[in-house]
């Protein structure tokens, strides 16, 4: 007999596990995004000199410019755009105002038994549009986050 | 995300199933920074070679002589005359079975109902026959993409744009 859950339970399983790996992805991301500074919090540079555009500028005069790194670089983060999760799964009794459903089996074989009452289940994400209030919320964040002197 | 595969008695037990939709997403994401690190190697390298010079003869500013021809000298930075790689992914997209290998029913915690963990493995991807049973063959499909830079960083990099500004060579 397989082991059941309710079908919330098993749906709700199914969104953590992509929100999971978005996370772990984003996490990633951080770390990387990290990197392009040192450990005192200050962009790792790249200098560079090049011919001068000073109006006063002889000849092979040379400027130096300092650029952040992450300036020059494509920051373009992956997320996870859709995800859609397709299965068939064993519907079982009410409970409640859930449904119990049959887990799969583990070990390999299917069961050869006869089923039950048969439900295909399509769960289908999509990347939302920010809602307009956490849309404000982010832009009062970014104002706070503006440079102060140290 | 779990760093060891579950092996029982030599047998490969699954993965959790954030590990499996994770896996692709994290390699496109590593393959992303690669990228990114090969775009700012070609830009340090390219950047401390000397300009390219070009010596050519135009009229002479400044009103002079008809047919009067003066010798300038041009120094030109290699980064600006050659196409910078700055490959990146766009979007990635994959699709898989997971056969569930394991489905655990946590404990309930007072009233919170108990939670349910996934573990699976990438099923063949050979045609799928109609009449097998399907339970516990879960069909996957992600598609990723970049969708523009987030706003602190936009202004992070805002300001380190600004920043950039030429200075006196030290020693000129």
Redesign the interface.
């Known amino acids: 007999m397989a ?1 059941r ?2 079908l919330r ?2 749906i ?3 969104a ?3 929100a ?3 996370h ?2 984003e996490r ?2 951080a770390a ?2 990290r990197s392009f500074f040192d450990d005192d919090l200050r ?1 790792v540079r ?1 200098p ?7 109006a006063d500028a002889a ?32 519907l079982g009794a009410v409970e409640g105002d859930d449904v119990l459903v ?7 074989a ?3 038994g006869a ?1 039950g009452l ?1 439900a295909n289940v399509v769960i289908r994400f999509r ?1 939302a549009e920010i809602p307009g209030g956490v849309d404000g919320l ?2 009062q ?2 104002k706070s ?3 102060s002197a140290d | 995300m779990s760093d060891e595969p579950k092996i029982r008695n030599g047998q490969f037990l699954g993965l959790p199933m954030a590990d499996l939709i994770g896996g692709p997403l994290l390699a496109a994401t590593e393959a992303q920074m690669a990228l990114a690190k090969s775009t700012a190697a070609f830009i340090e390298e390219v950047g401390a070679m000397p300009p390219a010079q070009f010596n050519f003869d135009r009229p002479k500013a400044g009103g002079g002589q008809e047919g009067e021809t003066e010798r300038v000298r041009l120094d030109v930075p290699l980064l600006s005359i050659v196409p910078i790689p700055s490959l990146g992914i766009d979007e990635i997209n994959f699709k898989f079975d997971m056969q569930v290998t394991s489905a655990t029913v946590d404990p309930a915690d007072g009233e919170a109902p108990g939670k349910l963990r996934l573990e699976g493995v990438v099923a063949g991807s050979g045609p799928r026959d109609p009449s097998a049973d399907q339970a516990g063959n879960y069909n996957i499909d992600i598609r990723a993409s970049t969708k523009g830079v987030p706003e602190g960083l936009a202004r992070v990099l805002d300001m380190l744009n600004s920043a950039i500004a030429p200075s006196v060579k030290p020693g000129a």
């Not at chain 1, 560079?48 to 000073?54: D, F, L």
């Not at chain 1, 494509?74 to 996870?80: F, H, Q, T």
């Open positions: 082991e859950a309710t339970s098993l709700r399983a199914i953590e596990s992509v999971g790996a978005q772990e992805v990633r991301q990387h995004l962009p790249m560079m000199r090049v011919p001068s555009t000073r000849p092979g005069d040379e400027d130096l410019i300092e650029p952040a790194l992450l300036s020059l670089l494509p920051p373009s983060p992956l997320r996870i755009a859709e995800a859609q999760v397709a299965f068939a799964v064993e049959a887990l799969p089996e583990t070990g390999g299917p069961s050869a089923r048969m990347e982010l832009a964040l970014s986050r503006d440079a």
